[in-house]
């Protein structure tokens, strides 16, 4: 199965209960939004700081003010400048951003404002969203988000296909990626999924959301017996 990377249990958080929960239920990290609805946008300031102070386990930023991936208005941006630089005063782990920009071939990663946002935090890390998902060449964009050192992970759900089928794209994906870059999968990730992954793959890092809610609702909240039955499927030996 080839060297295998870190083994991360990730947790979307939209609250400090769901962030404790995650934490009690054995999550390793934690990613902090609002607005699950809408894909996950930026958080609160005071939210984050509520969570990093509740819990010490590490944790990443959405940064995203709008539902699209592509980013023109100078306001925007703007904003997007702000919470980077106020979230980089907390203990956080990193961020997690994606931002595209369209080019003559198709859209393409919009290098100038994911690197305009990680220079606001020069040691923090960052993960490369779905917005991945959009890039017509996957391999190439992998090669791309190289030339950001602060970026270690690319979280993707692959092609939306059953996760049996997903997986020797990822295990390609995962091998183009390191040493530098991890692969997360993320977007509905299941039992299921976890399963497949650890049996046939050297991925153990696992991004989940409703699976662990309480009625798998992006509205409900994170159950902390759910993310233990997660982490318990995870391989770490």
């Not at 609805?37 to 940064?63: H, N, Q, W």
């Amino acid at each position: 199965m080839g060297k295998r990377t870190g083994t991360i249990l990730e947790i979307i958080v939209c609250s400090v209960g769901d962030a404790v929960a995650a934490e009690h239920g054995g999550a390793n990290r934690l990613e902090i939004i609002s607005h699950y609805e809408a894909g996950g946008l930026t958080p609160a300031f005071d939210l984050v700081r509520e969570i990093t102070s509740a819990v010490k386990i590490p944790a990443r930023v959405m940064l995203r003010e709008t539902e699209p991936f592509v980013v023109t208005g100078e306001r925007e941006i703007g904003r997007l400048l702000d919470a980077a630089g106020d979230f980089a005063r907390l203990p956080i782990d990193g961020f997690v951003l994606g931002f595209l920009k369209n080019t003559a071939d198709g859209l393409g990663i919009d290098h100038d404002l994911v690197a305009r946002l990680l220079a606001c935090a020069p040691n923090l890390k960052a993960t490369f969203h779905r917005a991945f998902e959009e890039l017509i060449d996957p391999l190439g964009a992998i090669a791309e988000l190289k030339r950001h050192p602060q970026i270690d992970c690319i979280l993707s759900r692959g092609k939306g296909e059953p996760w049996v089928a997903e997986l020797d794209r990822f295990v390609e994906w995962e091998r183009a990626a390191r040493p530098e870059i991890g692969m997360l999968v993320g977007g509905g990730t299941d039992a299921e999924a976890i399963k497949i992954f650890c049996k046939s793959s050297s991925i153990r890092a696992f991004h989940i959301g409703r699976a662990v809610r309480e009625g798998e609702r992006i509205d409900g909240a994170v159950l902390e017996t759910r993310v233990r039955e997660m982490a318990g499927l995870v391989e770490t030996d």
